[in-house]
């Protein structure tokens, strides 16, 4: 994927993250670490900021080696207990992004394997906190790609159930950003490539009316806020291709270790 | 005042067959001193339960030390899939029992206050009852609501890694806890390797000596994982460790002389 793309996701994703009312944001990738710190620069200056599960107001910053968002806080942070951040789930008050391996038509999501329950085909990391997330809370999905792989009809294991209703569930693919309703999903906007990407996975469900409106640059002052707190580019390398990652991720690594 | 132990004591305790829970989270943190000390000693049908597992897992896996392994997810994190945890499950070599981070910090908690189980949210209409056998579904005895009952899960062992403990045996740490507090009240015993020894300053400590059985002084024990701030994540030896695959043997987690 194109540099171009992933900032212009990233810098929805800061907006998004702005402007949604929420105090408490759990990081969970350098992408995501990213938007949230250029969100507290885009009008949301005392977003705290959940780095791991004992610093829920800590002061993460998008690295690959240290953590696995830079989870790891720059200086001293108050230390929570570890289930205050279910604490915050039931209460609706955090937000968070999610990367499942599958998100299918009715918002559930799977990061456990491919295949039969208990007998992947192909083995993934693991639930996670997916099913942890069956609250009001505010959940972005972040996509590197949109296709039929990732986006289905059922999931294969239901690791995150159907949100209740009223709770905010938006995608971000290279498409455009979608939201979660009570007929599935919808387009909000799409790229300039999005009618294109909607189409290859059907299953989804996304019907598009030739109304959306089309995003075909990044939000100008939410991209700036973005090379302020990420000048090295680290948020581009989760949407890097299969050639350009390992070696995005090995220099990334190298400036850190320096 | 917890007993001061040898990295080689350790098999002298555990034995094959015991349930170990291990702290840290992904790169961070892991006790790979302690493990690479009961690879070491030949322990086998190994019970295994890493909240966020990564290398410690793996090294258990490479070695045919584990018959059952309890967690929320095993990665290499931007390295990757994990792949011994990966071809384990997919030839359902062992016994994998999946549980979400909320729900295993419920079963610890239940083991930490000696009740048999706790009700929660959590898992609520997923998969994982049916993947995992301390989950069971039911309703809520005052409201009638539906709730997730998670059966206790109390570890033999708990083993941890910190940066620091002091004289009096509190444990230091900068970073985050993860389960590490958890695992120590709900563990029979716990076992906390450390890179150093520090004055004591018990306001700042992160775990209290009341629930520390032993230390054990191993400085870069948690390599090639990070222990922040001493030192980072090896990204040479994961990657390696990644690009290796099926084909990764425990002599890749030997530390550099």
Same mark, same amino acid.
């Given at each position: 994927?194109?540099?171009?793309?992933?900032?212009?996701l990233?810098?929805a994703l800061a907006r998004e993250i702005a402007t949604s009312g929420i105090r408490l944001f759990a990081v969970t990738?350098?992408?995501s670490?990213?938007a949230a710190?250029?969100a507290?620069?885009l009008g949301a200056?005392e977003l705290a900021l959940a780095?791991?599960?004992?610093?829920l107001?800590?002061?993460?910053?998008?690295?690959?080696?240290?953590?696995?968002?830079?989870?790891?806080?720059?200086?001293?942070?108050?230390?929570?207990?570890?289930g205050d951040v279910f604490v915050a789930l039931a209460r609706g008050r955090v937000g968070v992004v999610a990367q499942p391996?599958q998100l299918d038509a009715s918002g559930r999501t799977n990061l456990?394997?491919?295949?039969?329950?208990?007998?992947?085909?192909?083995?993934?990391?693991?639930a996670r906190g997916l099913p942890d997330h069956r609250t009001r809370s505010r959940v972005w999905y972040l996509y590197?790609?949109?296709?039929?792989?990732q986006l289905v009809k059922r999931v294969?294991?239901v690791c995150g159930a159907t949100p209740p209703p009223g709770a905010l569930r938006r995608l971000l693919t290279?498409?455009g950003c979608f939201e979660l309703g009570e007929r599935g999903w919808r387009a909000l906007w799409?790229?300039?490539?999005?009618?294109?990407?909607?189409?290859?996975?059907?299953?989804f469900g996304v019907v598009l009316d030739?109304?959306e409106p089309?995003?075909?640059?990044?939000?100008?002052?939410?991209?700036?806020?973005?090379?302020?707190?990420?000048?090295?580019?680290?948020?581009?390398?989760?949407?890097?291709?299969?050639?350009?990652?390992?070696?995005?991720?090995?220099?990334?690594?190298?400036?850190?270790?320096? | 005042?917890?007993?001061?132990?040898?990295?080689?004591?350790?098999?002298?305790?555990?034995?094959?067959?015991?349930?170990?829970?291990?702290?840290?989270?992904?790169?961070?943190?892991?006790?790979?001193?302690?493990?690479?000390?009961?690879?070491?000693?030949?322990?086998?049908?190994?019970?295994?339960?890493?909240?966020?597992?990564?290398?410690?897992?793996?090294?258990?896996?490479?070695?045919? #030390? @584990?018959? +059952?392994?309890?967690? %929320?997810?095993?990665?290499? &994190?931007? =390295?990757?899939?994990?792949?011994?945890? $990966? /071809? !384990?499950?997919?030839?359902?070599?062992?016994?994998?029992?999946?549980?979400s981070e909320g729900t295993?910090?419920?079963?610890?908690?239940?083991?930490?206050?000696?009740?048999?189980?706790?009700p929660t949210w959590q898992a609520l209409d997923t998969d994982l009852?049916?993947?995992?056998?301390?989950?069971?579904e039911?309703r809520d005895?005052f409201t009638g609501a539906a709730v997730m009952?998670?059966?206790?899960?109390?570890?033999?062992?708990?083993?941890?890694?910190?940066? #620091? @403990?002091? +004289?009096?045996?509190? %444990?230091?740490?900068?970073? &985050?806890? =993860?389960?590490?507090?958890?695992?120590? $009240? /709900? !563990?029979?015993?716990?076992?906390?390797?450390?890179?150093?020894?520090?004055?004591?300053?018990?306001?700042?400590?992160?775990?209290?000596?009341?629930?520390?059985?032993?230390?054990?002084?191993?400085?870069?024990?948690?390599?090639?994982?990070?222990?922040?701030?001493?030192?980072?994540?090896?990204?040479?030896?994961?990657?390696?460790?990644?690009?290796?695959?099926?084909?990764?043997?425990?002599?890749?987690?030997?530390?550099?002389?």
């Amino acid at each position: 994927m194109s540099a171009a793309i992933a900032d212009l996701l990233t810098a929805a994703l800061a907006r998004e993250i702005a402007t949604s009312g929420i105090r408490l944001f759990a990081v969970t990738t350098p992408a995501s670490v990213a938007a949230a710190l250029a969100a507290r620069e885009l009008g949301a200056p005392e977003l705290a900021l959940a780095a791991g599960f004992s610093a829920l107001d800590g002061a993460p910053e998008p690295a690959v080696t240290r953590g696995e968002a830079g989870l790891l806080t720059r200086g001293p942070t108050f230390r929570d207990d570890p289930g205050d951040v279910f604490v915050a789930l039931a209460r609706g008050r955090v937000g968070v992004v999610a990367q499942p391996a599958q998100l299918d038509a009715s918002g559930r999501t799977n990061l456990s394997g491919i295949g039969e329950p208990g007998h992947p085909r192909v083995a993934l990391p693991g639930a996670r906190g997916l099913p942890d997330h069956r609250t009001r809370s505010r959940v972005w999905y972040l996509y590197a790609t949109h296709g039929p792989r990732q986006l289905v009809k059922r999931v294969d294991v239901v690791c995150g159930a159907t949100p209740p209703p009223g709770a905010l569930r938006r995608l971000l693919t290279p498409a455009g950003c979608f939201e979660l309703g009570e007929r599935g999903w919808r387009a909000l906007w799409l790229t300039a490539a999005g009618a294109e990407l909607v189409a290859t996975a059907p299953a989804f469900g996304v019907v598009l009316d030739g109304a959306e409106p089309v995003l075909e640059q990044p939000d100008a002052e939410a991209l700036a806020a973005l090379e302020r707190v990420d000048p090295h580019g680290v948020r581009r390398i989760e949407f890097a291709s299969g050639v350009d990652a390992p070696r995005l991720w090995r220099a990334a690594a190298e400036r850190e270790a320096a | 005042m917890p007993e001061s132990l040898s990295a080689e004591a350790l098999p002298g305790l555990i034995g094959d067959g015991a349930l170990i829970a291990i702290g840290g989270a992904g790169l961070q943190r892991k006790p790979m001193r302690l493990l690479r000390a009961l690879v070491a000693a030949g322990r086998r049908e190994l019970r295994v339960m890493s909240f966020l597992g990564s290398l410690d897992v793996e090294l258990l896996l490479a070695a045919g #030390a @584990v018959a +059952e392994l309890h967690s %929320a997810g095993v990665s290499l &994190d931007a =390295a990757g899939l994990a792949p011994h945890y $990966r /071809a !384990a499950r997919e030839r359902g070599s062992v016994r994998f029992v999946e549980w979400s981070e909320g729900t295993l910090l419920c079963a610890l908690e239940a083991a930490a206050r000696g009740v048999p189980s706790l009700p929660t949210w959590q898992a609520l209409d997923t998969d994982l009852p049916a993947l995992n056998p301390w989950l069971r579904e039911g309703r809520d005895p005052f409201t009638g609501a539906a709730v997730m009952n998670v059966r206790a899960l109390r570890p033999d062992f708990a083993l941890l890694h910190v940066a #620091a @403990v002091d +004289e009096a045996g509190y %444990a230091y740490l900068d970073g &985050d806890l =993860a389960y590490d507090g958890a695992m120590a $009240r /709900a !563990a029979g015993e716990v076992i906390v390797s450390h890179d150093q020894r520090r004055g004591g300053e018990p306001r700042l400590a992160a775990l209290s000596r009341l629930w520390i059985d032993a230390t054990v002084h191993a400085p870069h024990g948690a390599w090639p994982t990070g222990c922040h701030p001493l030192s980072g994540v090896d990204s040479a030896g994961v990657a390696a460790w990644a690009s290796a695959g099926q084909e990764a043997t425990v002599a890749l987690l030997e530390p550099p002389a």
